[in-house]
Structures are given as C-alpha cells and as structure tokens.
C-alpha cells in the first residue's frame, strides 16, 4: 500500500485502527486477488494476491490482533476502510490543496484509496493524473483496473486499450485486460489472444506460470460466446 513521504503518516491511531489498516492488504487480496498493478516497479505497490490455502479473515503474520483474541478478528468494513483511508490521505490533500498538479500527491492518494478499494475515489485521482501525463500506461492500467472492480466494464477495457496503443508492450496491462475479458465479458478468446501475446513479448514475465494457469482455466470456457452466462465457476 503506497504511504505518505517522511512525517505525513497520521501517528494518533488506536490500536484498533491500526488493526484494521494492517489487514487492509488481506481485504484486497481476498476481494481483488489476482489482477496486477500497472507497473511492478513503479511507486504503486502491487497489490498483494491471497493464496487459495492461506486463512481468510486473518492478519498478517507477524501481525498481532490490536488486543483482539482470534475469536474476536472481524474484517473491517467498507466504510471502516474508507475512514481510515480518508485519515490516511488527509495530510496529502491537504499539501495538495498548494500544489494541485503535483503528479507524486495524486499518485500516493489514488494507491491509497485503490489499497482500501475505494475504488470512485482512486479513479477520479488516477484521471487528474493523466491529465498531466496522458501516456503514463502503469497508471492508466490501475485506473482500467479500478473501473474493473467498480463494475465498469466497457470503460475498463477502453483504458486498457489506451494504454496498450501507449505502451504495446506493458505485460500487466495485457494480464489485466485478459482478466477481464475472460472474468467480466466471457470473452474467452480476446483473453486468450491477450495473454498469448504478453508470453510472446516477455516469455519471462514474472507471472508467466500464473499467466499459463489462467490460459487453461480460461479454454474449459473456450466454447462460449462472449457475454453468455454459466454457472460453472471460472476459477
């Protein structure tokens, strides 16, 4: 999860809500899991994937429960997460308020608010961004990728596309493309496409074998028309 620079980071938090900001990274992992963000090297911190046979509703390792016993752990909610990001994001809107076109400001406010899936509000700081650098593709594919989850599909794929025709060669943006393609529009083989070509651009992508599981959990669909219905799990 991106942070404030130096002393922005709110230090008058309880433990509570310390706890529930710890296990934000979980929330996502659980809720978003497996789509990337727009550069792995870039200041947006990927977000982080939940394995299938990790506990859900747990902290992190290392993590202890903020004086909650383990029968006590209870997810944060949507609105916990959006106050807490809120708190978090106070100091920078506020240095933001003197420097409104600052692109490192709006970039740190949009990872927070997409790390605490308050993904409205990380979409409409990620758009102020590409106001200022239009053919940034690493922040144009976690912008189509909070419009994925917000539930946004047609505008998904169009930002992934424009970001594509920026950067034909950016792998995550033709992971998550296919992502959605194959999750949010059935579309089994503009996934696939997307995904042959990210293997024949970068054959040593990093998330090739996670590339190459989803190819074949894609193709048990690869006889539907995209758009139809199933109720046969895709994953």
Known sequence: MAEANGGNTPQ???????YIMAVVCLVVGCAVGY?????????????????????????????????????QQQMPTPEQLKAMADKQAAPLLEQLKSKPNDPALLSQIGNMYYDAQVFPTAIEYYQKLLVIHPKDAAVRTDMATAMFYSNDLDHSITEFDRALKDDPRNSNALFNRGIVKWQGKMDVNGALADWELLLKQNPNYEQADKVRTYMAQAKKHANMKPGQKTDKPAM
């Open 35 to 71: 789509l990337l963000r727009g550069s792995m090297g870039s200041s947006s911190a990927p977000a982080p994937v939940v394995t299938a046979d990790q506990p859900q509703g747990m902290p992190p390792a290392g993590m202890g429960g903020g004086g909650m016993g383990q029968g």
């Open 12 to 18: 008058s938090w309880t433990s509570t809500q310390a």
